[in-house]
């Protein structure tokens, strides 16, 4: 028990915040506290997600008729425009969105803190991360604006990528950069989670996002640099003719196809670890239970990032690579099926006589489960080889991974945003407009990709500027679903806005959650930590007592010992 | 040009179809794309997603009907779980959902490894099944039958060129029904792919390799054959049409081909006099280099002990990198081949100067394994690209 006045001090609101301590344009641009880092790549990967979002829409408008819609303002785009929207839709949203969203916006804030720790164990590095994420999509963007656009495709095969006369060398270089941005935050969380844990908290206290973004860490460190070196390799084959990926001067293209999945598909794993992890602790907070199977989950994401190192070579089932090795792929392939599936039913028994709240965070959660849930199952017909060879590069791809990348990270980012939100600007949201959004993005999100299911299995390719006429209609139902989307996604990112400045004040620790970062008060301390926070497990949600006058959750030692209610579970150790 | 509200047209009604496939016929001939007659192969039967033909074009090929069938079945195993999945995700949210703000969890365990080792076992057979199935047919998909039918494919941006056993060539893929067919898949220029949806096979088309496709078309028909791997600004003009004919007698009367200029084997022979007859002899005893009759399809060892086959790639590559894979008694492993490369002296163009050697040496071996017909005899002087 600490006395009241210090109490009110850790838990009120605070009069210094880290958003408060200093001001003025320097005092962001050259911090390095990793919460200001985690709201400048907030900023900047939102920005990332509109453009692409653009890119989509446009690309979505085009194909409402078979032979290429006019656009308001604009006209008939052409193949080339349309080649263009498409890998530009791609580029951005793979290297500057999607990768770096959950750990480079919400790890970055919710990581130390977790850890109960002042900062990452290297502050300049992170922040070096994310001026290398502004220079990379600065590349990116000069593709565009200098390089007369990009239109390989956001997978760069050769030998297209040197042939083509657009800005390959920008964008790849931008690539490049964006690995190393990616690198640098990895290597952060390995060497924070291992080195600076909070007194006490061994590895399985430590909450399974912590986890997630560890395996992912993983993943980044080890997986990027050959991302870096493919890339590299392509400038110098487009600039030095050396004669690695292109036939003309004895290369060979499938080595390019070989190099990049060796990276990409390890990245699939950076897109939805995170994700997942975000999930685990949503679904175990909203529903007030110890997350079921802890570590079953917990080693899951590592199978999962161990595994995602030997499967890529089921993204080239069709490129003529041996029979033998096709096998072995499709064969590694379904083991992943196991550790993802294993998460899904964890956290439905988590939710068994939960005490279950439907607000935004846990709406997004339950869409993550069902979106992720037909992304993972299609999987399935994708990793059965005669199954794949009719739907590779068909729109049955396009919908997959969409399903996995949008109806995964994506809903995981939001309903994560939607979770920390309080605790980061210490304002909470509009509840009911939070789920309206939600169900916006929901019913968009099916309408836009499941009809690509059916095109695909009925053999319309992708990246087709014009296509069969029969397809129309499913196409015109997934353009009207894609703007749907994109209203939702909006209105979800309006309300967040909103409430950061307009909110209303929301108190240390508003849903009862058990992690650490709730123990600090909302906004955060520049510190994190006025106080040394008390080591509770991170699913004990027993431990936390309900305080009247700060209207806020604390922990059981903090309250005052005359109203603490007697505990309901034993505690576990 | 003034924007109108684009409005929702369902293309259903064959009439509808065919209008619009005129339209479309006239856009390409417009851009000088190589779309043929627009092929129109596949109404759609039924609305009922639970019926395989709700999913796929009609099957016209062997093993379409398991690709087919695999399908449903992980449609159908799929669909039980993520309806459980949903029902139990559902039920939990309104039965324990929270009421009136009051947290009340109620005890229960939070792990169980009986269960957790059980469900994570239990689906692990049906991967199994998934896996077996899967991998049986693309088996068949990959080997071809012996009296199987050599087509050569030559995609290129943006347009295909088919190559018959008699030297024909046609820009749509003209197939017999029940005859099997080997393509052979070359490139001119960047990554391409062959895909035919109602065969169910697609094969990726790498420049400077050859790929094959091996397909029995069972059942006579148009059906369409697109690009499939993105190529540039025309990658969705590079569709065309794949004619099954009911015989033999039925394609040969009903395709227009074109007669090849020279017979391929042919100007094989006269390129082997002017490059290769100084060191190759084709009289079975070996000069410098190995006999060329000899060669094709024969299987022997590197001087490093390697094993090779010559197909085309081998031969493509020995013609090109020499010193990769030295014949064994031909000079030691690593060394410099005594042959020069002739990169940049024998086109390496698909349907060029190597396939013409290539030609050559299956005419050495067996002549009526390759055509010999042709509009007009070689010209005196050295054919085109031999220097």
Same mark, same amino acid.
């Given at each position: 028990?600490?006395?009241?006045?210090?109490?009110?001090?850790?838990?009120?609101?605070?009069?210094?915040?880290?958003?408060?301590?200093?001001?003025?344009?320097?005092?962001?641009?050259?911090?390095?506290?990793?919460?200001?880092?985690?709201?400048?790549?907030?900023?900047?990967?939102?920005?990332?997600?509109?453009?692409?979002?653009?890119?989509?829409?446009?690309?979505?408008?085009?194909?409402?008729?078979?032979?290429?819609?006019?656009?308001?303002?604009?006209?008939?785009?052409?193949?080339?425009?349309?080649?263009?929207?498409?890998?530009?839709?791609?580029?951005?949203?793979?290297?500057?969105?999607?990768?770096?969203?959950?750990?480079?916006?919400?790890?970055?804030?919710?990581?130390?803190?977790?850890?109960?720790?002042?900062?990452?164990?290297?502050?300049?590095?992170?922040?070096?991360?994310?001026?290398?994420?502004?220079?990379?999509?600065?590349?990116?963007?000069?593709?565009?604006?200098?390089?007369?656009?990009?239109?390989?495709?956001?997978?760069?095969?050769?030998?297209?990528?040197?042939?083509?006369?657009?800005?390959?060398?920008?964008?790849?270089?931008?690539?490049?950069?964006?690995?190393?941005?990616?690198?640098?935050?990895?290597?952060?969380?390995?060497?924070?989670?291992?080195?600076?844990?909070?007194?006490?908290?061994?590895?399985?206290?430590?909450?399974?996002?912590?986890?997630?973004?560890?395996?992912?860490?993983?993943?980044?460190?080890?997986?990027?640099?050959?991302?870096?070196?493919?890339?590299?390799?392509?400038?110098?084959?487009?600039?030095?003719?050396?004669?690695?990926?292109?036939?003309?001067?004895?290369?060979?293209?499938?080595?390019?196809?070989?190099?990049?999945?060796?990276?990409?598909?390890?990245?699939?794993?950076?897109?939805?670890?995170?994700?997942?992890?975000?999930?685990?602790?949503?679904?175990?907070?909203?529903?007030?239970?110890?997350?079921?199977?802890?570590?079953?989950?917990?080693?899951?994401?590592?199978?999962?990032?161990?595994?995602?190192?030997?499967?890529?070579?089921?993204?080239?089932?069709?490129?003529?690579?041996?029979?033998?090795?096709?096998?072995?792929?499709?064969?590694?392939?379904?083991?992943?099926?196991?550790?993802?599936?294993?998460?899904?039913?964890?956290?439905?028994?988590?939710?068994?006589?939960?005490?279950?709240?439907?607000?935004?965070?846990?709406?997004?959660?339950?869409?993550?489960?069902?979106?992720?849930?037909?992304?993972?199952?299609?999987?399935?017909?994708?990793?059965?080889?005669?199954?794949?060879?009719?739907?590779?590069?068909?729109?049955?791809?396009?919908?997959?991974?969409?399903?996995?990348?949008?109806?995964?990270?994506?809903?995981?980012?939001?309903?994560?945003?939607?979770?920390?939100?309080?605790?980061?600007?210490?304002?909470?949201?509009?509840?009911?407009?939070?789920?309206?959004?939600?169900?916006?993005?929901?019913?968009?999100?099916?309408?836009?990709?499941?009809?690509?299911?059916?095109?695909?299995?009925?053999?319309?390719?992708?990246?087709?500027?014009?296509?069969?006429?029969?397809?129309?209609?499913?196409?015109?139902?997934?353009?009207?679903?894609?703007?749907?989307?994109?209203?939702?996604?909006?209105?979800?990112?309006?309300?967040?806005?909103?409430?950061?400045?307009?909110?209303?004040?929301?108190?240390?620790?508003?849903?009862?959650?058990?992690?650490?970062?709730?123990?600090?008060?909302?906004?955060?301390?520049?510190?994190?930590?006025?106080?040394?926070?008390?080591?509770?497990?991170?699913?004990?949600?027993?431990?936390?007592?309900?305080?009247?006058?700060?209207?806020?959750?604390?922990?059981?030692?903090?309250?005052?010992?005359?109203?603490?209610?007697?505990?309901?579970?034993?505690?576990?150790? | 040009?003034?924007?109108?509200?684009?409005?929702?047209?369902?293309?259903?009604?064959?009439?509808?179809?065919?209008?619009?496939?005129?339209?479309?016929?006239?856009?390409?001939?417009?851009?000088?794309?190589?779309?043929?007659?627009?092929?129109?192969?596949?109404?759609?039967?039924?609305?009922?997603?639970?019926?395989?033909?709700?999913?796929?074009?009609?099957?016209?090929?062997?093993?379409?009907?398991?690709?087919?069938?695999?399908?449903?079945?992980?449609?159908?195993?799929?669909?039980?779980?993520?309806?459980?999945?949903?029902?139990?995700?559902?039920?939990?949210?309104?039965?324990?959902?929270?009421?009136?703000?009051?947290?009340?969890?109620?005890?229960?365990?939070?792990?169980?490894?009986?269960?957790?080792?059980?469900?994570?076992?239990?689906?692990?057979?049906?991967? $199994?099944?998934?896996?077996? +199935?899967?991998?049986?047919?693309?088996? *068949?998909? =990959?080997? @071809?039958?012996?009296?199987?039918? !050599?087509?050569?494919?030559?995609?290129?941006?943006?347009?295909?060129?088919?190559?018959?056993?008699?030297?024909?060539?046609?820009?749509?893929?003209?197939?017999?029904?029940?005859?099997?067919?080997?393509?052979?898949?070359?490139?001119?220029?960047?990554?391409?792919?062959?895909?035919?949806?109602?065969?169910?096979?697609?094969?990726?088309?790498?420049?400077?390799?050859?790929?094959?496709?091996?397909?029995?078309?069972?059942?006579?028909?148009?059906?369409?054959?697109?690009?499939?791997?993105?190529?540039?600004?025309?990658?969705?003009?590079?569709?065309?049409?794949?004619? $099954?004919?009911?015989?033999? +007698?039925?394609?040969?009367?009903?395709? *227009?081909? =074109?007669? @090849?200029?020279?017979?391929?084997? !042919?100007?094989?022979?006269?390129?082997?006099?002017?490059?290769?007859?100084?060191?190759?002899?084709?009289?079975?005893?070996?000069?410098?280099?190995?006999?060329?009759?000899?060669?094709?399809?024969?299987?022997?060892?590197?001087?490093?002990?390697?094993?090779?086959?010559?197909?085309?790639?081998?031969?493509?590559?020995?013609?090109?990198?020499?010193?990769?894979?030295?014949?064994?008694?031909?000079?030691?492993?690593?060394?410099?081949?005594?042959?020069?490369?002739?990169?940049?002296?024998?086109?390496?163009?698909?349907?060029?100067?190597?396939?013409?050697?290539?030609?050559?040496?299956?005419?050495?071996?067996?002549?009526?394994?390759?055509?010999?017909? =042709?509009?007009?005899?070689?010209?005196?002087?050295?054919?085109?690209?031999?220097?």
């Amino acid at each position: 028990m600490v006395d009241k006045t210090q109490r009110n001090k850790i838990f009120g609101t605070p009069e210094t915040t880290f958003l408060n301590h200093s001001k003025g344009f320097a005092s962001w641009a050259f911090t390095v506290d990793h919460k200001r880092i985690g709201i400048m790549y907030m900023i900047g990967v939102t920005i990332a997600l509109f453009l692409a979002g653009f890119f989509a829409l446009v690309l979505r408008s085009h194909l409402f008729s078979f032979d290429g819609q006019g656009l308001p303002f604009y006209g008939k785009l052409s193949n080339a425009d349309y080649n263009q929207m498409f890998t530009l839709h791609g580029a951005v949203m793979v290297f500057s969105f999607i990768i770096p969203s959950i750990p480079g916006a919400l790890g970055n804030i919710v990581l130390p803190m977790m850890l109960g720790t002042k900062d990452v164990a290297f502050p300049r590095m992170n922040l070096a991360s994310f001026y290398l994420w502004i220079i990379g999509t600065g590349c990116l963007l000069a593709a565009i604006l200098f390089g007369g656009g990009l239109d390989t495709g956001w997978t760069f095969y050769t030998p297209y990528s040197i042939e083509t006369d657009t800005g390959v060398i920008y964008a790849t270089f931008g690539a490049f950069i964006l690995g190393f941005s990616s690198i640098f935050t990895g290597l952060n969380f390995l060497v924070t989670v291992n080195t600076m844990r909070a007194k006490g908290q061994t590895w399985f206290k430590l909450p399974l996002f912590i986890w997630s973004l560890y395996a992912t860490a993983i993943i980044q460190v080890l997986a990027t640099p050959v991302l870096g070196i493919t890339l590299l390799m392509l400038i110098a084959e487009s600039t030095l003719h050396i004669g690695i990926f292109d036939p003309r001067y004895g290369g060979d293209p499938v080595l390019f196809q070989h190099f990049f999945w060796f990276y990409s598909h390890p990245a699939v794993y950076i897109m939805i670890l995170p994700a997942m992890g975000v999930i685990s602790e949503l679904i175990s907070v909203y529903s007030q239970k110890r997350i079921f199977g802890y570590s079953f989950i917990a080693f899951s994401s590592v199978a999962i990032a161990l595994l995602g190192f030997l499967v890529w070579g089921h993204h080239m089932f069709t490129s003529g690579q041996s029979v033998v090795m096709t096998l072995i792929f499709s064969a590694i392939t379904f083991t992943v099926a196991i550790p993802s599936a294993v998460k899904v039913f964890n956290w439905l028994a988590t939710l068994y006589k939960g005490s279950i709240l439907l607000n935004t965070p846990m709406c997004y959660a339950l869409a993550f489960i069902f979106l992720f849930g037909i992304g993972g199952l299609t999987g399935l017909f994708l990793g059965a080889l005669s199954v794949d060879i009719h739907l590779h590069d068909t729109y049955f791809v396009v919908a997959h991974f969409h399903f996995v990348m949008v109806g995964g990270t994506l809903t995981a980012l939001l309903g994560g945003l939607y979770h920390w939100w309080p605790k980061i600007f210490g304002r909470m949201y509009n509840d009911t407009l939070g789920r309206v959004s939600c169900f916006l993005v929901f019913v968009g999100f099916n309408v836009t990709f499941f009809p690509q299911f059916v095109m695909g299995a009925r053999g319309m390719p992708r990246r087709y500027a014009q296509y069969d006429p029969e397809f129309q209609i499913f196409h015109q139902i997934s353009t009207i679903g894609a703007f749907v989307l994109g209203f939702g996604i909006l209105g979800a990112f309006l309300v967040l806005v909103h409430a950061a400045f307009y909110g209303k004040l929301a108190g240390a620790n508003p849903f009862k959650a058990a992690s650490l970062e709730w123990q600090s008060s909302s906004p955060p301390d520049f510190h994190n930590f006025t106080h040394t926070p008390i080591l509770n497990d991170p699913y004990d949600f027993d431990a936390l007592v309900y305080d009247e006058e700060l209207d806020t959750y604390i922990s059981r030692e903090f309250a005052d010992p005359a109203k603490v209610p007697p505990r309901k579970e034993p505690v576990h150790h | 040009m003034i924007w109108q509200f684009p409005t929702l047209t369902a293309l259903q009604s064959t009439e509808a179809l065919e209008q619009l496939a005129i339209k479309q016929r006239v856009i390409d001939s417009s851009l000088g794309g190589t779309v043929p007659e627009y092929v129109l192969e596949r109404k759609i039967e039924t609305s009922n997603p639970f019926n395989q033909a709700y999913w796929f074009p009609e099957q016209a090929s062997t093993y379409a009907e398991s690709v087919d069938s695999l399908y449903m079945d992980i449609f159908f195993i799929s669909l039980v779980f993520f309806v459980a999945i949903v029902a139990v995700m559902v039920y939990f949210c309104i039965v324990y959902r929270r009421k009136g703000g009051v947290i009340a969890p109620q005890p229960s365990s939070s792990h169980n490894t009986t269960i957790e080792i059980l469900w994570s076992v239990l689906p692990s057979i049906l991967l $199994v099944y998934m896996f077996v +199935e899967g991998a049986g047919t693309f088996w *068949e998909m =990959k080997v @071809p039958k012996t009296d199987s039918e !050599e087509i050569q494919v030559i995609a290129y941006k943006y347009g295909w060129q088919f190559i018959y056993p008699n030297g024909d060539t046609t820009s749509e893929l003209h197939l017999v029904q029940d005859q099997p067919v080997v393509l052979k898949l070359q490139s001119k220029d960047v990554l391409h792919s062959f895909f035919v949806p109602a065969f169910r096979q697609k094969q990726d088309i790498v420049p400077g390799r050859y790929t094959t496709a091996y397909i029995e078309p069972n059942k006579a028909g148009q059906y369409r054959l697109s690009c499939n791997e993105y190529c540039g600004d025309g990658h969705s003009k590079m569709r065309t049409a794949c004619i $099954v004919h009911v015989s033999q +007698e039925d394609r040969l009367a009903n395709t *227009e081909w =074109k007669k @090849p200029e020279y017979s391929a084997w !042919e100007n094989g022979e006269h390129l082997y006099k002017i490059h290769c007859a100084g060191c190759h002899n084709i009289n079975s005893i070996a000069g410098t280099g190995p006999a060329l009759n000899l060669t094709w399809n024969r299987e022997g060892k590197t001087a490093g002990g390697e094993a090779f086959k010559a197909n085309e790639t081998y031969i493509k590559e020995s013609i090109l990198y020499p010193s990769k894979k030295i014949v064994e008694g031909f000079g030691a492993e690593g060394s410099i081949s005594k042959m020069n490369s002739f990169k940049g002296i024998l086109s390496e163009t698909p349907g060029g100067d190597i396939d013409h050697v290539i030609a050559f040496l299956r005419y050495l071996q067996d002549p009526d394994s390759v055509s010999s017909e =042709k509009l007009k005899d070689l010209p005196e002087e050295k054919p085109a690209a031999a220097e």
